[in-house]
């Protein structure tokens, strides 16, 4: 296959096919049709591209971010796989899904005011960020979930679902006093990353620490089960 953009006018897209090669613009683009970023060939994005439709983004090629690319997705992101590299931004005002078991990897920074759903598969944070006034609903099965590699903060943010939520890598600042909310249905692990909470706060049915460590300026409370294990170092830095 080979690109196939439906270009309406100049600085909009209405989607189809993105599987090799640059999109590259000096005025933000606007996508609003359903575009598939598909094929193992990098992709290259070098403007601002606001999604308003679909993105159906199923790459195992990567998707570099250049010179400070920004994608704001204002519609939906459907992330079957891929990986998303650079130092560009990806600002999440509508849903991003996480669909199918392989792996979605975002190293860019990361900002979400909107729904990010975790369907199946592993998500991954690795390039830090922040969410305000956003979900993160995790229901992937056991060994999939949503994992944090790097500093992320929670403004007001509910992390909720069945499936779990990994902190693996960097600090993780929920802050509780601001309105964020950590589900008690949620499995939660740490492993090798910093949970840092504000205010008191009791540990979900499921937690476990294997590594990093748990922090908090106020009272943490377990009440169900909390499993400590591995040969790693693990700190408290709690009551």
Known sequence: MANNFN????STLDGILWDSGTVTSVVPITQV??????????????????NTGNIIANHSGILFFQDGAILNNFGNYDF???????????NNLGTLRKTSTNTGDI????????????????????????????????????????????????????LEGSGTVNVNGGVLDAQ????????????????????QLDSAY??????TLSSGTLKSSDVVTNSS???????????????
């Open 80 to 90: 079957q796989r891929g990986s998303i590299n650079s130092t560009g931004t990806f």
């Open 107 to 158: 190293r860019t920074e990361f900002n979400n005011t909107g729904a990010v759903i975790v369907e199946s598969g592993s998500l991954n944070l690795r390039g830090g960020g922040n969410s305000s006034g956003g979900t993160f609903t995790v229901s992937a099965p056991n060994n999939q979930g949503l994992y944090f590699y790097n500093n992320y903060t929670l403004i007001n943010t509910a």
């Open 176 to 195: 509780l006093m601001s309105g964020t909310t950590i589900a008690d249905t949620l499995n939660l692990v740490i492993n090798g990353g910093t949970l």
């Open 33 to 50: 049709g359903t575009l598939t970023i598909d094929g193992s060939s990098w992709k290259y994005l070098d403007a601002q591209l606001d």
């Open 225 to 239: 089960t909390l499993t400590i294990d591995g040969f790693s170092q693990k700190y408290l830095d709690a009551q």
């Open 7 to 10: 270009w309406i006018d100049g």
């Open 202 to 207: 009791a540990l979900p049915t499921t937690t």
